[in-house]
């Protein structure tokens, strides 16, 4: 199985020379769209409809990511451009409507309510989280379980229809592939001052920080020089290299404990040691290969 299998069905909606021009996009959901088919494809290799339950999950996370770079820029104040902004909207929109469309042209409309419920309780979720980071009471660690709860739900629609035994591993392979991308990105995030406000990064210091500290970070005072102390006091970019390093071994040691045969646990290895985790950063509107 190709690492980019899945990005690869999806570039035919993903890429636009408009886009490409103008704003850019999330990351492409690799790792969680190529797991997501492997257990598909596994439980029921007779199903023609694996790739595409692959596919249209992986289009509606691109199209929830994209609404989410616009509210993150809106409180970041770093995209001032207007037809960036509409463009996402646009995409955003687009990229959410098409799991409808391929998934009625093929009839498959029980996929479409599960897929519905799903997008309501990530925007469930997402509200949640707002109010606990409105009220001052996320922590760090609450933040990056949230994060990947947020970007598990979507790929949990198809739980009912992989073969009973096989859900703890996809449930756990599912849960450490997302936190190690998480962290990935909130490794790559931790190195941008523009990006700090809401972060891993942000909640680690508001936990660790001093009265004034915290105050500064309340109002908003605070400019790159005081960003860079606090990072450096509080050894945040140390911090996340170490749990990113303590995610990528417990993933190769979930990988080789699970409870499957040796060529399923062969393709799994070898897929996963080969996948791209995609930073946070975002990227221009192609899919990138791994």
Request: glycine share 4%.
């Amino acid at each position: 199985m190709k690492a980019n299998h899945i990005s690869q069905l999806a570039q035919r909606y993903v890429e636009h020379d408009m886009i490409q021009a103008h704003t850019d996009l999330p990351a492409f959901p690799n790792a969680r769209a190529e797991l997501l088919f492997a257990f598909l494809d596994r439980s029921k290799p007779a199903d023609d409809h694996s790739e595409l339950y692959a596919l249209v999950t992986s289009l509606v996370q691109v199209g929830l990511d994209t609404h989410d770079m616009i509210e993150m820029a809106s409180v970041q104040g770093n995209d001032r451009n207007l037809r960036s902004r509409q463009l996402k909207v646009l995409a955003g929109d687009y990229f959410s409507s098409r799991f409808y469309n391929l998934l009625a042209q093929a009839g498959q409309i029980e996929a479409i309510q599960s897929l519905s419920l799903a997008v309501c309780n990530v925007n469930r979720l997402k509200m949640t989280m707002v109010d606990k980071m409105k009220q001052w009471t996320m922590t760090a660690e609450e933040y990056l379980r949230t994060c990947v709860s947020l970007k598990k739900m979507l790929f949990q629609s198809f739980n009912d229809r992989l073969s009973a035994k096989d859900v703890p591993a996809w449930e756990v392979l599912l849960d450490h592939v997302t936190e190690l991308e998480v962290m990935e990105q909130e490794k790559e995030r931790a190195e941008h001052f523009g990006r700090f406000v809401g972060s891993w990064s942000y909640w680690h210091v508001w936990q660790q920080g001093t009265e004034e500290e915290r105050r500064k970070l309340k109002q908003s005072s605070f400019d790159v020089s005081f960003w860079h102390t606090l990072m450096s006091k509080y050894e945040v970019r140390e911090q996340l290299a170490y749990q990113v390093r303590a995610a990528q071994d417990k993933l190769q040691t979930i990988v080789s404990a699970l409870p499957v045969d040796s060529a399923t646990k062969q393709r799994l290895g070898s897929f996963l040691g080969s996948i791209h985790f995609p930073l946070a950063q975002a990227r221009s509107a192609s899919v990138q290969q791994s």
